[in-house]
């Protein structure tokens, strides 16, 4: 505080909260915070922050969180899903990855634009709409052992699956991304655009089910022409298990690939 500045002059107006906030480069308030800088119990926060939260100035995607809406987010309703995940996450106190196709449209895999903001986190978690993001949430029990990498956001950073973790979790299940034709799609770009180690792939094989390894194999090899997976098929063809479907929802009827010991149960089109 200046020599000239007085303490009534440093308690901002709910009104002005969420600019004053923003300048000071505070991205996520608690009800608590709120209230200690109004100067108001906590119970009054809700009332105080109302007209600015009908104007699009602020915007609650949980209960206690709040977050000041930048001006050029105003018509949104909200910031970004990928800007708001990990303040949210931290909130609701689970761990947590920004996985399936959401991840894969970070590294620059989405063959279409996602129509939902889809997380792995670490306990269950409501699904919810903030401004124009539909959040998606998977309950995984493997969030704290994946790889991940740190998306810079304007207030910080959020943890997104790796290239590798994110295919693999793609070929677990092909339904988060809507189906065989648009997982198989997408994997084939993140293998165009990441190559997908096999050693990175063999490193991550055991936190997933058998089918899922062989199930990304056998695209990459069909689709792709990747003739570097032989470890990675010697790998899974180690487990010893019976032979795996393609699609998991389908009977068990059709060829098998006996390299990646699958049951071809079903026509794959990838929209390549």
């Not at 009800?31 to 105080?48: F, M, N, Y």
């Given at each position: 505080m200046s020599l000239t500045e007085t303490p009534a002059q440093t308690?901002?107006?709910?009104?002005?909260?969420?600019?004053?906030?923003?300048?000071?480069?505070?991205?996520?308030?608690?009800?608590?915070?709120?209230?200690?800088?109004?100067?108001?119990?906590?119970?009054?926060?809700?009332?105080?922050?109302?007209?600015?939260?009908?104007?699009?100035?602020?915007v609650?995607?949980?209960?206690?969180?709040?977050?000041?809406?930048?001006?050029?987010?105003?018509?949104?309703?909200?910031p970004e899903g990928i800007e708001i995940v990990d303040a949210l996450m931290r909130h609701v106190r689970t761990d947590y990855y920004v996985g399936w196709l959401s991840a894969a449209a970070i590294h620059g895999a989405a063959h279409h634009a996602p129509q939902l903001f889809q997380v792995a986190v670490a306990r269950a978690t409501?699904?919810?709409v903030v401004g124009?993001?539909?959040?998606?949430?998977?309950?995984?029990?493997?969030?704290?052992?994946?790889?991940?990498?740190?998306?810079?956001?304007?207030?910080?950073?959020?943890?997104v699956s790796s290239a590798e973790a994110t295919a693999l979790d793609l070929a677990a299940s092909p339904y988060i991304a809507g189906g065989m034709d648009t997982s198989a799609t997408v994997l084939i770009e993140l293998s165009d655009d990441q190559k997908l180690p096999p050693e990175n792939l063999i490193a991550l094989a055991d936190f997933f089910p058998s089918a899922a390894v062989r199930r990304?194999?056998?695209?990459?090899?069909?689709?792709?022409?990747?003739?570097?997976?032989?470890?990675?098929?010697a790998h899974t063809a180690a487990?010893?298990?019976?032979?795996?479907?393609?699609?998991a929802t389908l009977p068990s009827r059709g060829p098998i690939d006996k390299a990646w010991s699958l049951i071809i149960n079903t026509q794959v089109v990838p929209d390549v």
């Open positions: 308690v901002p107006k709910a009104s002005d909260l969420a600019d004053w906030a923003l300048a000071r480069g505070m991205s996520s308030l608690t009800t608590t915070k709120i209230a200690e800088l109004l100067r108001i119990p906590e119970g009054q926060v809700r009332t105080r922050l109302h007209k600015p939260t009908h104007k699009g100035l602020w609650s995607p949980a209960s206690g969180l709040w977050i000041p809406v930048p001006p050029e987010y105003r018509t949104w309703g909200a409501r699904d919810r124009r993001t539909s959040f998606e949430f998977f309950t995984r029990s493997r969030t704290t052992v994946m790889p991940t990498i740190s998306k810079e956001t304007r207030s910080g950073a959020a943890k990304l194999g056998w695209i990459l090899t069909t689709f792709s022409g990747r003739d570097d997976l032989e470890e990675l098929c487990s010893g298990a019976a032979p795996s479907k393609l699609d």
